[in-house]
């Protein structure tokens, strides 16, 4: 899994790496193996997206009297990847993994009256999208949709404990009713609800499930998720799974994170934007499959931080999405500040799409208010997981005319964020920066530098690609804000805090691929010193690709040509970050479609604390 031989900063890091303890455990190199194992043997396709069944949804009678047809008997049974899964769905609705992706849009079940697809309706006040929002190293929050009738008078509700017979803790919560405004003709309702799990013991395995307040409401499944923990518990050694980019395809990583979090590779998700693309179209069904196909796979027992990306803004030149998108995600995510100060329960969402709403009042509530520097917000905000300090910025830029959205009051906050961090590095030894946006990137070199930045910013330059990024001219050259002012603008904002505070690792998505730097220092390599051992800059990675539309199982990696760059990678995939004290940072490449690690490299420092 690790040898020196892998690392490419030669024989300098195979002498000094031995200095350090192996950090694998057989037990761990095998429960791993299990897990991924158990993922094959299920599975035609190697560990991507799963395929998911609603049983609680139910088939229109109007349209199909007879109901569903079991799956096995239908030509459609070609689209599952599971046969064992598709056996017990039975006639249920579901979203079988390989099925074309407008039909994947809600759930769906072959009519046996006529042999033809028919979607299938939600059921009222059944929870589905629950997702665990990391607020704190012991707090997380259960976030769920219901939808109704009206407006719930009574808060919703979940069960806790840490035995699956015995759920000895009731907890109430908040609702939010949310109804689209982007939909012509009748707009729909939804019940957004959070719960928050505090108090939270490190690494314990808790089991949950959850209600609306209605009466009468129906109970989730039993779910179960192990806690999250501070620098104290198990030597603070800390797992992370993060990526950018994912859509609800066939090769996005959703199977991965399922096996990587049941076998303890990952404790925690950090998704760096652009969810679903886009959450609010298709009258916010693609948002919710999306959940509901990410909730079952992983979120509902493997906390997550939720990174806010151009598919939800429309604070972008050149972005497509519509206002719905942008404000279902401000209130999806809302969770991150949940449990507010008093005097602050006038904090208000824009969302305007359902899955915003839920998303961005899931971060809300959790991470917004208990971060080392709360930011009142869930379009940034920090939160401390074991060894690591962890931070989500909103980069993008503005849109003509206007301010960047990374200056002023997230920039003001920034700085004190991370200045609270650096004083804490006795506790929490690493600083990891995240955004949609890179600021390095061996494709924002070159030619591409003189291209449009609002198309480079927007939607339509991510139609066809599925790896990488487009670039396209300015169509006047005279009166053009491009690629290099853009970067520039970033850098100069970014790269001064970036050193004041020697953050570690700036990481992020939005070009579809993978792409790791030397440290770096105010835009060039430091000191010339190509190498992980004792850094004097910041390392910048893109992991750009978790599954976007279209993505093809297919993985190449290869070094890069860009000075500063390291290795290039392209297709489908995600990394692992594991820290395993204060000076070692380990960080793995992983495919998608094989769940091959084919990239790994480690961060190591003299002494625990600043690296420079």
């Given at each position: 899994i690790f040898s020196d031989s892998r690392l490419d900063n030669g024989a300098k890091i195979s002498r000094e790496l031995k200095a350090y303890q192996n950090p694998f455990t057989m037990s761990r190199i095998i429960s791993y193996a299990m897990a991924i194992t158990a993922v094959l043997l299920v599975s035609g396709i190697d560990a991507n997206q799963l395929d998911t069944v609603m049983n609680t949804y139910r088939v229109d009678t109007t349209h199909c009297a007879s109901g569903c047809m079991p799956w096995k008997n239908t030509t459609s049974a070609q689209y599952w990847v599971s046969p064992s899964a598709m056996e017990?769905?039975?006639?249920?609705?579901?979203?079988?993994?390989?099925?074309p992706r407008a039909q994947n849009y809600f759930p769906w079940c072959i009519c046996a009256l006529n042999n033809e697809p028919v979607s299938c309706q939600y059921s009222m006040s059944t929870p589905e999208q629950l997702n665990l929002v990391l607020a704190a190293s012991?707090?997380?929050?259960?976030?769920f949709v219901t939808f109704e009738d009206a407006p719930p008078q009574i808060a919703p509700v979940a069960e806790l404990g840490t035995r699956e017979n015995a759920l000895t803790t009731t907890l109430?919560?908040?609702?939010?009713?949310?109804?689209?405004?982007h939909v012509s003709g009748t707009p729909r309702n939804y019940a957004m609800h959070f719960v928050r799990f505090t108090g939270l013991v490190p690494r314990q395995r808790y089991y949950y499930r959850v209600k609306s307040g209605i009466t009468g409401a129906a109970w989730s499944?039993?779910?179960?998720?192990?806690?999250?923990?501070?620098?104290t518990s198990d030597g603070g050694v800390t797992r992370i799974a993060i990526y950018g980019d994912m859509g609800n395809d066939l090769h996005n990583n959703q199977g991965n994170l399922a096996a990587d979090c049941a076998s303890g590779a990952i404790d925690a998700i950090l998704h760096m934007g652009d969810h679903a693309y886009n959450m609010g179209d298709d009258n916010d069904n693609r948002g919710d499959a999306y959940m509901n196909a990410f909730s079952k796979a992983a979120l509902a027992s493997c906390p997550w931080m939720p990174v806010i990306g151009n598919h939800e803004s429309t604070q972008c030149p050149g972005d497509e999405v519509d206002e719905s998108t942008h404000e279902r995600y401000l209130n999806q995510t809302w969770g991150a500040a949940y449990g507010q100060p008093a005097g602050s329960s006038s904090l208000t969402s824009t969302a305007t799409s359902a899955l915003g709403h839920l998303l961005s009042r899931g971060s809300l509530l959790g991470a917004g208010v208990h971060g080392a520097k709360p930011s009142g917000t869930s379009q940034w905000y920090s939160v401390n997981l074991?060894?690591?300090?962890?931070?989500?910025?909103?980069?993008?830029?503005?849109?003509?005319g206007q301010a960047p959205v990374f200056s002023g009051q997230q920039m003001e906050w920034l700085e004190q964020d991370l200045a609270a961090a650096d004083a804490n590095r006795e506790n929490v030894p690493w600083i990891i920066v995240t955004s949609h946006y890179p600021i390095y990137n061996a494709d924002l070199t070159g030619d591409n530098l003189k291209a449009s930045a609002a198309y480079y910013l927007g939607d339509e330059a991510e139609t066809y690609a599925t790896s990488g990024h487009e670039f396209k001219a300015c169509h006047n050259a005279s009166d053009c804000y491009t690629v290099e002012a853009m970067l520039k603008d970033s850098r100069s904002n970014l790269d001064?805090?970036?050193?004041?505070?020697?953050?570690?690792?700036?990481d992020a998505g939005h070009v579809h691929s993978y792409d790791t730097t030397w440290p770096m220092c105010n835009g060039v390599v430091c000191e010339d010193e190509r190498s992980y051992i004792h850094p004097k800059g910041t390392v910048h990675i893109t992991e750009g690709n978790g599954g976007v539309p279209?993505?093809?199982?297919?993985?190449?990696?290869?070094?890069?040509?860009t000075p500063y760059a390291r290795k290039c990678g392209t297709g489908g995939a995600y990394g692992r970050f594991t820290a395993y004290n204060g000076t070692v940072l380990a960080y793995e490449h992983v495919e998608n479609p094989t769940s091959m690690v084919t990239d790994t490299w480690?961060?190591?420092?003299?002494?625990?604390?600043?690296?420079?």
């Open positions: 017990a769905a039975g006639a249920s609705c579901a979203m079988p993994a390989a099925a012991d707090i997380v929050v259960a976030s109430a919560g908040v609702s939010h009713w949310y109804t689209t405004s499944d039993v779910y179960s998720f192990r806690a999250p923990y501070d620098h074991g060894l690591i300090h962890l931070v989500g910025l909103d980069l993008a830029p503005g849109s003509p001064p805090l970036l050193y004041k505070y020697a953050v570690d690792v700036y279209g993505l093809k199982g297919v993985n190449t990696i290869k070094n890069c040509t480690q961060i190591v420092k003299r002494t625990p604390g600043r690296g420079w």
